[in-house]
């Protein structure tokens, strides 16, 4: 059964940082390319960053460019998103996907940047 559970959203202040967490299982995880997305309120869901399998290549957004690192550990199965210099604009609901012709979705984790 292919999971993703993400973990660590939350409320946090203008400027401030946030880590998102994403556990894989369930498939073979190396294999796959792996990215955030979000969706913002009133919004479709838009692509945020993705990295390659091997972790050595990333692209990003515009929108996040410079404020946002993804990484990848396949040792644990598990892709992370580094997030800095919030703004409230990042506000949205973050998904992790997972994508080798098929694709797979975690359920979500709210970021709200907020003072």
């Known amino acids: 059964q292919v999971q993703l559970v993400e973990s660590g959203g939350g409320l946090v202040q203008p400027g401030g940082s946030l880590r998102l967490s994403c556990a894989a299982s369930?498939?073979?995880?190396?294999?796959?390319?792996m990215s955030w997305y979000r969706q913002r309120p009133g919004k479709e869901r838009e692509r945020v960053a993705t990295?390659?399998?091997?972790?050595?290549?990333?692209n990003y957004a515009d929108s996040v460019k410079g404020r946002f690192t993804i990484s990848r550990d396949n040792a644990k199965n598990t892709v992370s998103l580094q997030m800095a210099s919030l703004k409230p604009e990042d506000t949205a609901v973050y998904y992790c996907?997972?994508?080798?012709?098929?694709?797979?979705w975690g359920q979500g984790t709210q970021v709200t940047v907020s003072s």
């Open positions: 996907h997972a994508f080798r012709g098929l694709n797979y």
């Open positions: 369930g498939f073979t995880f190396s294999s796959y390319a």
């Open positions: 990295i390659g399998v091997s972790g050595g290549t990333s």
